[in-house]
């Protein structure tokens, strides 16, 4: 939002309902649309950032609200921020300043302040829209409802598709989109009572004193935006709104922007902030944005007159083919971002990681995982891009840089070139044919009549490729799972393939629990599953019982966080525990780590031409617009009813750790486990029967079959023991001794008996 615009723009702004738009394509910003749901109430969730993961009632709110716009026949088209443009000024400073704001949060939650804590993780700005990409996406696909991922800047995907295109009737999104010269913006949705809230730019310049555009959005930027803050000098106290002091400025200072800038660049405030070049970025990004265009190309507003050193405030080209993969939600942008950039920026977690485990996890133990999805991704790309140095700064000594030099990893292509397993192959797996998911994809390796098959090299002739949705997905999964280590080079399961097949094995279909069980397997590895003291500031593990009471009942409830406690779609109401809140940063980190990587496996499949043409997409350049099956893959182009293409569905196929994960059934497992313990007999009949008769009533008032997901929480265990057992036996998990309390076979015992 442009700086105190509503203080000025009010008398300029219009409402209408819902029913003037009926018929109409509304272009909407992703994150506009999002922040409303998670910042504004009735809809804020206060204590997501106390517990990490998504807000309980976003998905049901979602499709109630997609549900209104059919009820009034509007098409929603949602436009989402793509790659970042150029490199960050303070990259860490926001999170820093949220990591403070719910450290005081805690402080009030420990001193028994709750109503005051609750207030204050809500505001500790912790949690924003980008985050709920994912899910948003989701749900979209799920129901049919178009979406485009911008190059860069969702604003200027807007302004194109209402302006150029006219692939929409009307945007909505934040004050911004007015510096896009797009004639009128809705700024402001109200689903309750089918009514919006919208502005002319036309106005604004009247409201100002029918200023030239040029100079609106001068002033505008000086005012501040989510591209740059405010200028220093306007920040002493005025009673006149920022944009107004700004034009004041430039009429006496020549009129523009860039000018005001130059005759105060020797002010302090304004050298500390590099505030000339990056307002000059800033104008140059907004003249000169880049977008998506009709007929698949990646080009900039007004092309001929952009500058040659474009890509220095942008950033650095990718391939269209990429581009049009990205612009569908392929592929997320983090890994493109730190190979396009040169950066990799590790923020300060939500639970402010102050445990040496955690920075360690982050700075050393991830940085496999990293690399070889940059590695992946570069030699896909042009051959500069594989001679690149990333470097890789953390929230915790952000000075200090580590260099990754992509010319000196391994060629990570190469381990996986002979994954080319087509459909007669596929099926001819009993477990395959029903259909491609983890347990299948590891339990089909299991036959090893059926490994040898899959040994299928690339053929180079282009005549035999992939070419359905089933075996791009089952490629791109064994592609992953093999760069991971759980597949062999003769395509058999490791000793670690061996353990997760274990536990899948063991774990009822119904509970699903293929990603929790994977994200098991890689804590294991990481020696991260365990009861060891990793965040020893945090003094609200489990309490009560002896050292090994406590000891198990903080292994289980961490594993309880990798699955999911049910609960009302309303804001979270129990105890909350910030040491469970830390494990689940590091189950985030070690997911996000595994989900860059499947992400890249499944995009390099297609950037090699590992795929057919026509899987790859309809609208790439150069391609026909006609698509198998009649189904049309245009990304820009006006159609009467919208479907997703191959790609985009074979993605939804390997949504796996895509979505964060929350500690709240955690928090469930430690409540329940230390009442428990807090009895002389913690595993009588009669013990469980008088701590399930206080219910969860008293402890998660809005739960949706507590005692079920606790049950689901043990099962999840049993699941886990099974692939322990296992790799005890390959003499990859270590057993500890028969009389050591911390061993999995003693610690087991003691979960039955509490159950």
């Not at 430039?250 to 590099?274: A, F, I, W, Y």
Request: charged share 25%; with cysteine; glycine share 6%.
């Amino acid at each position: 939002m442009i700086h105190e615009f509503e203080l000025w723009s009010a008398p300029r702004t219009s409402s209408s309902n819902f029913s003037e738009l009926s018929s109409t394509t509304l272009g909407i910003d992703a994150s506009f649309y999002l922040d409303r749901l998670i910042t504004q109430a009735p809809f804020k969730e206060p204590l997501i950032s106390a517990l990490g993961g998504l807000p309980f009632s976003l998905k049901a709110h979602i499709e109630n609200e997609l549900q209104v716009f059919q009820d009034v026949e509007i098409k929603p088209v949602f436009v989402f921020n793509g790659l970042d443009m150029g490199k960050k000024h303070s990259p860490f400073a926001a999170t820093d300043n949220s990591a403070k704001r719910n450290a005081g949060a805690w402080k009030l939650y420990d001193d028994h302040l709750a109503e005051r804590a609750v207030e204050a993780f809500g505001n500790s700005g912790s949690v924003h829209p980008k985050d709920f990409y994912p899910l948003l996406q989701q749900v979209l696909h799920s129901l049919g409802v178009e979406f485009i991922v911008a190059p860069y800047s969702s604003w200027g995907q807007l302004a194109y598709l209402a302006n150029v295109s006219q692939r929409v009737d009307a945007v909505a999104g934040p004050s911004e989109l007015l510096l896009y010269d797009v004639d009128q913006v809705i700024v402001k949705l109200n689903f309750e009572n089918s009514e919006f809230d919208f502005i002319k730019r036309q106005s604004c310049l009247e409201e100002l004193g029918n200023i030239p555009p040029d100079m609106f959005v001068d002033a505008c930027i000086l005012a501040g935006t989510e591209f740059l803050p405010s200028f220093p000098p306007l920040d002493n106290p005025r009673k006149m709104p920022r944009v107004r002091q700004a034009l004041d400025m430039m009429k006496s200072n020549g009129h523009t922007g860039n000018s005001v800038c130059l005759n105060h660049q020797e002010d302090p405030q304004v050298t500390r902030l590099d505030y000339l070049d990056r307002y000059r970025r800033s104008r140059q990004a907004i003249k000169h944005q880049i977008v998506l265009t009709s007929d698949g190309k990646v080009e900039a507003f007004d092309q001929e007159n952009a500058p040659g050193d474009l890509h220095d405030v942008i950033g650095q080209r990718l391939p269209a083919e990429l581009y049009f993969y990205f612009s569908r939600g392929v592929v997320g942008p983090r890994i493109l971002n730190q190979l396009t950039s040169g950066q990799v920026y590790e923020p300060c977690p939500v639970d402010g990681g102050d445990s040496d485990e955690y920075k360690q996890l982050i700075l050393d133990k991830l940085s496999s995982h990293r690399e070889l999805a940059l590695s992946l991704l570069s030699h896909s790309l042009a051959r500069a891009y594989q001679h690149r140095k990333v470097e890789l700064s953390c929230w915790f000594d952000p000075r200090k840089k580590h260099v990754i030099d992509i010319a000196e990893l391994p060629v990570s292509r190469d381990t996986i070139r002979q994954w080319n397993v087509p459909n007669e192959v596929i099926d001819s797996n009993p477990l395959l044919k029903e259909g491609i998911s983890l347990t299948s994809a590891v339990q089909a390796l299991t036959d090893k009549s059926f490994t040898s098959s899959t040994r299928t090299a690339r053929d180079v002739s282009g005549n035999k490729v992939l070419e359905t949705v089933k075996e791009v997905t089952a490629n791109s999964l064994w592609r992953f799972l093999h760069l991971r280590e759980y597949i062999d080079s003769s395509h058999n399961l490791t000793s670690w393939g061996q353990v997760l097949a274990a536990m899948l094995s063991k774990a009822d279909p119904s509970d699903q629990f293929e990603e929790p069980l994977f994200l098991a397997v890689e804590l294991l590895r990481l020696r991260y599953l365990s009861s060891e003291d990793i965040f020893p500031k945090y003094d609200d593990a489990p309490s009560r019982g002896s050292d090994t009471d406590k000891a198990n009942a903080l292994l289980v409830s961490r594993l309880s966080c990798l699955t999911h406690l049910r609960h009302k779609p309303i804001g979270f109401t129990g105890p909350l525990t910030r040491n469970l809140l830390a494990y689940s940063s590091v189950i985030n980190a070690v997911r996000r780590s595994n989900r860059d990587l499947l992400e890249m496996s499944l995009l390099t499949l297609l950037l090699n031409g590992d795929a057919s043409h026509d899987f790859r997409g309809s609208n790439l350049p150069g391609t026909s617009q006609d698509q198998p099956n009649g189904t049309n893959n245009a990304p820009l182009t006006k159609q009467p009813s919208f479907s997703y293409g191959p790609a985009e569905v074979a993605l939804q196929k390997l949504t796996m750790l895509s979505l964060p994960s929350d500690c709240a059934l955690g928090i469930a497992m430690k409540h329940y486990l230390d009442e428990l313990n807090g009895h002389d007999d913690p595993t009588s009949a009669k013990t469980k029967e008088d701590v399930r008769e206080k219910g969860p009533a008293g402890w998660f008032p809005h739960a949706i079959g507590f005692f079920e997901d606790l049950e689901r929480g043990f099962r999840l265990w049993d699941a886990v023991m099974a692939g322990v057992r296992a790799g005890i036996a390959k003499g990859v998990v270590e057993k500890g001794g028969e009389g050591d309390e911390k061993s999995w076979e003693n610690v087991d015992k003691w979960v039955q008996g509490r159950r």
